[in-house]
């Protein structure tokens, strides 16, 4: 009985790895998707670390965090 314990213990214990690989995978989906739904609605007036605007409201459908790393990702990539 406590073999067969051990056994069901360490078949659980042996998928632990892969759920978290799992889950880091679903992480990275969803960060991909935010960068690139950040990138194709970039705006170049939205609020941002070099960019003074008047607009409350970022036009990126992201956010405010979406218009900096849109902003961010853009100029580390074009200034090259």
Same mark, same amino acid.
């Given at each position: 009985?406590? $073999? %067969?314990?051990?056994?069901? $213990?360490?078949?659980?214990?042996?998928?632990?790895?892969?759920?978290?690989?799992?889950?880091? $995978?679903?992480?990275?989906? *969803?960060?991909?998707?935010?960068?690139?739904?950040? #990138? $194709?609605? *970039?705006? +170049?007036?939205?609020?941002?670390?070099?960019?003074?605007?008047?607009?409350?409201? +970022? %036009?990126n459908?992201?956010?405010?965090?979406? %218009?900096?790393?849109?902003?961010? #990702?853009?100029?580390a990539?074009?200034?090259?």
């Amino acid at each position: 009985m406590f $073999a %067969a314990h051990l056994r069901s $213990a360490h078949h659980v214990l042996h998928h632990v790895p892969s759920r978290l690989n799992e889950a880091g $995978a679903v992480v990275f989906l *969803y960060v991909g998707l935010f960068v690139l739904i950040s #990138l $194709a609605s *970039y705006h +170049p007036f939205d609020p941002s670390w070099n960019t003074v605007t008047q607009l409350v409201k +970022p %036009a990126n459908l992201t956010g405010r965090l979406g %218009a900096l790393v849109s902003d961010w #990702l853009r100029s580390a990539t074009i200034r090259w």
